[in-house]
């Protein structure tokens, strides 16, 4: 039967609901019809949410295997908690999400099914949407029973009306006001959590970079960085302001109108690039430590046309993707760089790396970091960089060599060596699978570089021009600018944030 827009507000969330919603067509709808089916459509959600996390519930307290030992873990906690991540992974393989989403969802899901089982009835029901019932469940984390269910009532019946950020506001009042000797606890913990996350990519080139701290430090950093960068702002009006006395001797208005000098950049910019300048003179230090034998430094893939000018097909930053050519050879040719040879096959996988100038365990190490560029873990986007060198078939069974060794971050390698996953790497097509002790597949495709697709004719030209050799390569050094006419620096880009607990310290020894 036939369901008006005023007749689903009477509908229980719930298999009719959803039924009811599919059989209308929105195009024929109103606006304020559209509006109403809207909030019907969300009630749905928070509904399938609540039911979602009765799944995961049970899913994180399902039966571990027995610990039996493993010399990855010295203790049977440190086994549940191994046993917690590939379960973590394991729904990321399965449902598309990342490591870092599973994680969550299963810690929420946890505490609205259990102590918090108000919240998540809450949000069964429709009356909170599926933000602030885990907003509520992160607040409280931590807290004694009691506290936590009392800061939860003092909020819940305030919640439907009260958006995420309003919410989050009376969240710490009231954590702050009922558990003061608690929250110091937690304040204590959570300064242990301090950290600089990885830059996440935005459009236009750009990232962003988290810093999560001590209010107090964080305080300080910006502090400190809106300093220099007033200096540096107050310097650049000067400069622009000599520029225009330069052009305009003994008079900086003509026919009584300021003359503009050139354009100088707001206080954000120069903020920005304060910062950047302090790590441009961190990484000039040639006592900074290595990993996998190689000092921090930025990567950046560029086609050899595009390098030596030929074409502009992109380049692409190392975890961040593609670049503009312009950019991939200002980093190409800044005074610092170091430039090695990558030979990739049709696909774009990496077959050779050049190594000509470093022993071969170095230069496996080489290719290998720019063969896999992260960890090849379902789900895992740690660096390669910050990975172990990971033997598939162990040594000495197994050879040291690019067909048997990949890049593996401390938790998968763990996982791997524990028969918690079992992997198995294609030596030919470069992709591994990953198998959970359910049995369930995960692909990990391998990771490719960027091609160029030339002609015959621009073949020609960049044997040419790799036949003028030095001479070539000094001439576009000099045409090339740095945006900042200094070193340009970095670290690696990541889509996903990765587990601190993964990276592995330098130079482990292979498995």
């Known amino acids: 039967m036939f369901t008006t827009v005023s007749e689903l507000a009477g509908i229980p969330a719930g298999v009719g609901l959803l039924a009811a919603l599919l059989a209308l067509d929105a195009s024929v709808l109103s606006e304020g019809e559209q509006l109403s ?27 571990a295997p027995p610990w039996q030992g493993q010399p990855v873990v010295s203790s049977a906690q440190g086994w549940l908690d191994l046993v917690a991540k590939a379960r973590t992974r394991s729904l990321a393989g399965s449902t598309g999400i990342s490591n870092t989403a599973a994680a969550q969802r299963i810690g929420a899901a946890s505490m609205l099914t259990g102590w918090l089982a108000d919240t998540g009835a809450a949000l069964e029901q429709g009356l909170i949407s599926e933000a602030c019932a885990r907003l509520i469940a992160r607040s409280v984390s931590g807290l004694d029973h009691d506290t936590a269910l009392a800061v939860q009532y003092a909020v819940l019946d305030l919640a ?11 969240l710490r009042r009231e954590v ?15 300064r242990r959590q301090r950290r600089v996350g990885y830059p996440r990519p935005l459009t236009g080139g750009m990232a962003s970079l988290e810093v999560v701290g001590p209010a107090e430090d964080v305080a300080v950093l910006h502090t400190a960085i809106s300093a220099l960068g007033d200096a540096a702002l107050a310097a650049a009006k000067g400069a622009a302001h000599d520029a225009s006395a330069a052009r305009n001797p003994g008079n900086s208005r003509v026919n009584g109108v300021e003359v503009d000098g050139p354009e100088v950049e707001g206080i954000d ?20 430590p290595s990993r996998h034998g190689r000092r921090p430094s930025i990567q950046v893939v560029v086609p050899i046309a595009t390098l030596l000018g030929l074409d502009e097909a992109p380049g692409e930053l190392d975890g961040y993707g593609p670049i503009d050519a312009d950019t991939a050879r200002a980093i190409a040719f800044d005074g610092t760089a170091t430039w090695r040879r990558l030979l990739v096959d049709p696909q774009g996988r990496v077959l050779e790396y050049g190594t000509e100038t470093y022993r071969p365990p170095q230069a496996l190490k080489d290719l290998i970091i720019a063969r896999d560029r992260s960890c090849t873990g379902p789900g895992c986007s ?3 960089r910050m990975c172990q060198i990971d033997h598939e078939t162990p040594f000495p069974r197994g050879s040291t060599g690019q067909r048997n060794n990949d890049a593996k971050c401390v938790t998968e390698h763990a996982l791997k060596t524990a028969r918690l996953f079992d992997a198995a790497r294609d030596p030919d097509t470069g992709a591994t699978v990953w198998t959970d002790r359910h049995g369930a597949n995960y692909t990990r495709l391998p990771e490719t570089v960027p091609l160029a697709v030339l002609s015959d004719d621009r073949l020609a030209d960049i044997a040419r021009a790799l036949r003028q050799g030095r001479h070539r ?29 993964d990276i592995a310290p330098d130079d482990p020894p292979p498995f």
Request: proline share 4%; with cysteine; glycine share 4%.
């Open 37 to 63: 089916v809207a909030r019907d459509w969300e009630r749905q959600d928070r509904f399938v949410s609540a039911r979602r996390n009765l799944l995961y519930a049970a899913f994180d307290s399902s039966q």
């Open 160 to 170: 439907p009306d009260l958006t995420p950020a309003k919410l989050d506001r009376l």
């Open 176 to 190: 702050a006001q009922r558990a003061a000797l608690d929250e110091q606890g937690r304040n204590r913990r959570a």
């Open 269 to 288: 910019a120069h903020r920005f690039d304060a910062l950047v300048n302090l790590a441009c003179g961190v990484l000039a230090d040639d006592d900074l």
């Open 382 to 384: 740690t660096p390669a």
């Open 473 to 501: 390569v000094a001439d576009l050094r000099r045409r090339s600018t740095n945006r900042r006419g200094g070193r340009i620096a970095g670290r690696m880009l990541n889509a996903e944030e990765f587990d601190p607990d």
